[in-house]
Nanobody, 122 residues
Framework: QVHLVESGGGLVQAGGSLRLSCAAS????????LGWFRQAPGKEREFVAAITWTGGNTYYLDSVKGRFTISRDNAKNTVYLQMNSLKPEDTAVYYC???????????????WGQGTQVTVSS
């Protein structure tokens, strides 16, 4: 099936920026939507942002609107998450996922990357 590999995580101070990338390989057909989720220690995995592959429609978690931007490069089978004005509460492992439609429900996604750590210090 599809293989998803995230990169770009790291340690940044509050107010800083990071750009995450998710590269897809293998059986990439049927990749109708790509989403980003995050999970902090002791917390539930939560939806962050998603984008449809063809129309480029986007959907964001309220707390990241105006700070995060999701985009994609169809030719490279890659989705990006540009994160600006980072806050300590953004600290989490960030996961890329492939789904069948634009959704904030993790159950709607059927392929996941390994995750990349984002740590925001105060």
């Amino acid at each position: 099936q599809v293989h998803l590999v995230e990169s770009g995580g790291g340690l940044v101070q509050a107010g800083g920026s990071l750009r995450l990338s998710c590269a897809a390989s293998g059986r990439t057909f049927g990749m109708y939507a790509l989403g980003w989720f995050r999970q902090a220690p002791g917390k539930e995995r939560e939806f962050v942002a998603a984008i449809t592959w063809t129309g480029g429609n986007t959907y964001y978690l309220d707390s990241v609107k105006g700070r995060f931007t999701i985009s994609r490069d169809n030719a490279k089978n890659t989705v990006y998450l540009q994160m600006n004005s980072l806050k300590p509460e953004d600290t989490a492992v960030y996961y890329c996922a492939k789904g069948r439609f634009l959704s904030d429900d993790a159950k709607s996604y059927d392929a996941w990357g390994q995750g990349t750590q984002v740590t925001v210090s105060s």
